[in-house]
């Protein structure tokens, strides 16, 4: 693995995905933004229990944030009209969907009431060149 400690990447059990070459890529293969449901992310990623005011005990969820790596003031500062990125993996000969770039954006998207949010999603041979593990 060639990255910098600046290089912004996402971890998924085993799987290490490299964001700045996901940008680099819809960068040279420009594509329309498509709107994908935030209520979806939200329960996925169970971002209704990322509040700041959160007292409860500390948990993880089985992917995405967990309560003490999420910066819910840096996610209200976060540019919504930018795409997140959605990568996209098979298991079992079937495709699977995976938020790896986008998670602060849901979450204030979810504060502000938002339906959808414009998302770039990956193919399965594009996902597999920005893994770096």
């Not at 293969?29 to 959160?54: F, G, I, M, Q």
């Not at 910066?71 to 009209?81: K, R």
Request: hydrophobic share 40%; net charge negative; charged share 25%.
């Amino acid at each position: 693995m060639t990255t910098t400690s600046d290089t912004q990447l996402f971890l998924y059990g085993k799987w290490l995905f490299n964001i700045d070459k996901a940008q680099i890529l819809l960068k040279n293969h420009s594509r329309h933004a498509e709107p994908t449901r935030v209520a979806d992310w939200v329960a996925a990623y169970h971002l209704d229990r990322l509040t700041p005011d959160y007292d409860g005990a500390p948990w993880c969820p089985v992917f995405g944030p967990d309560q003490s790596a999420f910066n819910a003031e840096y996610a209200l500062q976060t540019e919504l009209d930018k795409p997140v990125i959605i990568a996209t993996l098979e298991f079992d000969g079937r495709p699977a969907i995976l938020l790896i770039d986008g998670v602060h954006r849901m979450y204030r998207a979810m504060t502000e009431g938002r339906a959808t949010l414009p998302a770039h999603t990956l193919t399965a041979a594009e996902t597999a060149t920005i893994r770096e593990r």
